[in-house]
């Protein structure tokens, strides 16, 4: 089936909508249905993609919470939180360690405009010490009821919302590709209008084919893989 053009000006219209400074960290957070619930918030506020730390020997797996929006967020997993948190400090971000304690900052204080990530901990004991110790700043959503803490879905939503209610009061939600590296904008989306011809390319160590205006694959495949484009 070709991938019809008002499907191909979707795809586009949301990838333009992506922002790469804005991420999250997920510390052993690992049941499906919180995984699936935060990449659906992922994907609705526009996050280019997420990161993980699992336990060992452990896969992140989803349900049908997520309606396939591990499909549009790829979730990058990490063996080692101190290695992540490095790299994404390199890169520009601005860590912010979610921590029920007195020590952390109410997170509306905060301004989440620039490079961000939220680190989000597992669902019995929350962040590591060591995490906690490697963060730049830890916030809360402060609490009025019985229960000490929000489930990590839910929290994570309310931050991820709360940036983007700043980013857009401040005019800085991307619209027209901004907000993606410019050197992966292409390739991300013929990941996302082929996913298996993308598959296969990777398979063989070649390029991705250019697409035209309308999202057509401007070279010849093979008939196998035309067949289920
Ligand atoms: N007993 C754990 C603790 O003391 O951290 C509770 C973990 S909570 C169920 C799972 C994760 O959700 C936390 O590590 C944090 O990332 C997030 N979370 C839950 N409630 C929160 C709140 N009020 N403010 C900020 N993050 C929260």
Redesign the pocket.
């Known amino acids: 089936m070709p991938l019809l053009p008002r499907r191909f000006e979707r795809l586009k219209a949301v990838l333009n909508r992506r922002m790469a400074d804005l991420t999250v960290l997920l510390e052993q957070v690992d049941k499906p249905h919180n995984l699936s619930a935060i990449l659906r918030s992922c994907d609705a506020v526009g996050v280019l993609e997420a990161h993980v730390v699992s336990l060992k020997g452990r896969q992140a797996t989803f349900n049908k919470t997520a309606q396939g929006s591990q499909k549009w967020v790829p979730l990058r997993a990490h063996g080692d939180s101190a290695a992540v948190i490095g790299q994404l400090k390199d890169r520009g971000f601005r860590l912010y360690g979610?921590?029920?304690s007195a020590q952390a900052v109410d997170?509306r204080s905060c301004d989440f405009t620039g490079p961000t990530a939220f680190?989000?901990?597992?669902?019995?004991?929350?962040?590591s010490p060591q995490t906690t110790a490697l963060v730049d700043q830890a916030?809360?959503?402060?609490?009025q009821g019985m229960v000490?803490?929000?489930?990590?879905s839910v929290?994570t939503a309310t931050l991820l919302f709360e940036a983007l209610r700043q980013r857009q009061a401040a005019g800085l939600v991307p619209s027209d590709g901004e907000g993606v590296p410019a050197e992966r904008y292409d390739d991300i989306l013929f990941e996302w209008a082929y996913p298996q011809v993308a598959a296969w390319c990777r398979s063989q160590g070649r390029p991705y084919p250019d697409l035209n205006d309308e999202g057509a694959i401007s070279e010849d495949l093979p008939r196998s893989l035309r067949l289920r484009c």
Do not use: C
């Open positions: 979610t921590h029920l997170y680190v989000l901990g597992a669902e019995k004991w929350g962040l916030i809360v959503i402060p609490m000490q803490s929000l489930n990590v929290a």
